[in-house]
Antibody, heavy 118, light 110 residues
Framework: EVQVVESGGGLVQPGGSLRLSCAAS????????MRWVRQAPGKGLEWVAN????????YYVDSVKGRFTISRDNAKNSLFLQMNSVRAEDTAVYFC???????????WGQGTTVTVSS | QSALTQPASVSGSPGQSITISCTGT?????????VSWYQQYPGKAPKLMIY???SRPSGVSNRFSGSKSGNTASLTISGLQAEDEADYYC??????????FGGGTKLTVL
């Protein structure tokens, strides 16, 4: 079964750090762009970042540039999001998704919840 | 990176057709044929319904169709069914090599 499963969410204080993980299975992970998308409570979807198969290209939404870093380990079929200097507005469910078709996420995880609060 | 513009809500009766619009700029929707649409039920993950403006992934009903004219993309759902009641989001690739979503549209089946 083709799937991705997020983990690593939790409660973090403002200014703190958190590392999210996404474990992929059922497909050749190393061939696909991957992305992170978040959804704040009661709000819409927001694209956060994406990464190409060999990590040579990484792109971010302006609001997380310089604070978040996307990375991957193709040997372990895993995607990561390192979140530093977190803010209250980073509170959201974070989804990992595969770009299995051009410029669109076709396989999504169930998400992991990040809460930034003191 | 401004969000694409979608109506907050649309509604229709079973069997009818509805269309959800998604307006951007020449830097996103109008500049690329990389518009996608997602369906999301409360508390669930998004599901891809349309990609590259009008292509349907395997398994998605042909009642769902997409189109684009200029800076505005559209999702049409024909033969509306109760199970179509959900939130719908459009998304586009941008000139910054990033992606942007619309604010979302809540579809109510009357």
């Amino acid at each position: 079964e083709v799937q991705v499963v997020e983990s690593g969410g939790g409660l973090v204080q403002p200014g703190g750090s958190l590392r999210l993980s996404c474990a992929a299975s059922g497909f050749t992970f190393s061939r696909h762009w991957m992305r992170w998308v978040r959804q704040a409570p009661g709000k819409g979807l927001e694209w956060v970042a994406n990464i190409n198969p060999n990590e040579s290209e990484k792109y971010y939404v302006d609001s997380v540039k310089g604070r978040f870093t996307i990375s991957r380990d193709n040997a372990k079929n895993s995607l990561f999001l390192q979140m530093n200097s977190v803010r209250a507005e980073d509170t959201a469910v974070y989804f990992c998704a595969r770009d299995g078709v051009p410029a669109a996420g076709d396989v999504w995880g169930q998400g992991t919840t990040v809460t930034v609060s003191s | 990176q401004s969000a694409l513009t979608q109506p907050a809500s649309v509604s229709g009766s079973p069997g009818q057709s509805i269309t959800i619009s998604c307006t951007g700029t020449s830097s996103d929707v109008g500049g690329y044929n990389y518009v996608s649409w997602y369906q999301q039920y409360p508390g669930k993950a998004p599901k891809l319904m349309i990609y590259e403006v009008s292509s349907r992934p395997s398994g998605v009903s042909n009642r769902f169709s997409g189109s684009k004219s200029g800076n505005t993309a559209s999702l049409t759902i024909s033969g509306l069914q109760a199970e179509d009641e959900a939130d719908y989001y459009c998304s586009s690739y941008t000139t910054s090599s990033t992606h942007v979503f619309g604010g979302g549209t809540k579809l109510t089946v009357l």
